[in-house]
């Protein structure tokens, strides 16, 4: 397995020839062109309309796996997972007519709590890490915002693309938001959506700035981590340990993390029969330390619970977490992450298409 991992990640992904894909988008009910259909690759820069014919192509891809998103309004969205290694025409993309549904009606004509929905939607949605306050939704009238107060569920929905200016990062987002839970008794959030994003177009400090917050987000994330494994680089930069507690008694207290092994990117990393597909996977949950260059791993320590260094864990939901050539989870509900890994939302992410320019600089302090 070793030598496997060896041989296959020598070079980098980014070095792979680009390609493209082709296709037509028709109606399901008259095969008829559709034009001006928003078509495009999920969670990254690269998506276009289609033209009066129906027809689309999209440039500039990594081999790896894809979900291709077709919008456009009056028509069910339509998603396909495609696996490219080679230049690929996809069949006739079909859309189906949306049924129109009446939007609940509030009376007096306003929703008097909504103000108070739209702030508990944009805590959770955007987040309150590092860039939310330079991160601002454009068109929140689109929302669709409802709250029970028996079950304390806010649920939100948008029947268009959500207008999204990340002034941080550099990236204006398209996102279509199909569905977004907060279940406030039981202390969780999950949403589902399809992302486009766009650079912006900045002065020199603007972009200098940009790149500067880019890495902040970058370096250390799960992307990160999974190209380096990628890559044959993760055993150097990241330290990756068997998740184990230690209790104080019989009461089942957890006390700290006991000192144990590092594992090697053999122990957890497998290849699938799918090319360009792998797999991570282990008998226990595993814990993700992250050293940039210049800083000592402290391999030999026993870490305590909010040790600096440690930006995620993996507790496997699924036997398996899989992941493509790109570095991008193929299954992301097949795991729950934890630590800085778990609190990233809308306002710290980047584009599955985003690499790096250059390794980050050495000495840099750790801040996690």
Request: proline letters at 5%; a positive charge; glycine letters at 6%.
């Amino acid at each position: 397995m070793k030598h496997f991992l060896l041989f296959l990640f020598l070079f980098p992904v980014a070095c792979f020839a680009q390609l493209r894909i082709k296709g037509r988008v028709v109606s399901e009910v008259d095969g008829k062109p559709i034009a001006d259909a928003s078509v495009f690759l999920n969670n990254s820069t690269i998506g276009t309309k289609a033209n009066t014919d129906g027809a689309f192509t999209l440039y500039r891809l990594n081999p790896g796996q894809y979900e291709l998103i077709v919008s456009v309004i009056g028509y069910e969205t339509q998603r396909r997972e495609i696996i490219i290694n080679n230049n690929l025409i996809v069949a006739d993309i079909k859309m189906r007519p949306k049924t129109t549904t009446l939007n609940e009606v509030i009376i007096g004509g306003k929703d008097p709590k909504r103000d108070r929905k739209l702030r508990m939607f944009k805590e959770q949605f955007l987040g309150r890490a590092l860039f939310w306050r330079d991160c601002k939704i454009l068109n929140p009238q689109i929302l669709k915002l409802t709250f029970s107060k028996h079950d304390q569920v806010l649920t939100a929905t948008t029947d268009d693309f959500l207008g999204i200016e990340n002034d941080a990062l550099g990236y204006k987002l398209k996102y279509l938001l199909n569905t977004f839970v907060l279940d406030k008794q039981a202390f969780n959030m999950k949403y589902e959506g399809f992302a486009l994003f766009e650079e912006m177009d900045g002065s020199a400090a603007q972009n200098e700035s940009w790149t500067k917050n880019r890495h902040l987000v970058y370096y250390g994330s799960p992307t990160h981590f999974l190209r380096a494994v990628l890559s044959n680089t993760v055993d150097s930069d990241f330290v990756v340990r068997p998740f184990c507690i230690k209790y104080i008694d019989e009461n089942i207290i957890p006390y700290r993390i006991e000192r144990y092994d590092t594992l090697r990117s053999a122990n957890y990393v497998h290849r699938t029969d799918k090319r360009g597909i792998y797999a991570i996977n282990y008998p226990s949950d595993i814990d993700v330390f992250y050293f940039p260059p210049g800083n000592k791993h402290f391999r030999d320590l026993i870490f305590e619970y909010g040790n600096r260094g440690q930006v995620g864990s993996i507790d496997f939901i699924d036997k398996s977490l899989f992941f493509d050539i790109n570095g991008t989870i193929l299954n992301p509900t097949g795991a729950f992450f934890r630590y800085k890994w778990g609190t990233n939302r809308i306002a710290e992410i980047l584009p599955i298409d985003y690499w790096p320019p250059t390794r980050e600089p050495k000495g840099k302090k750790l801040n996690y």
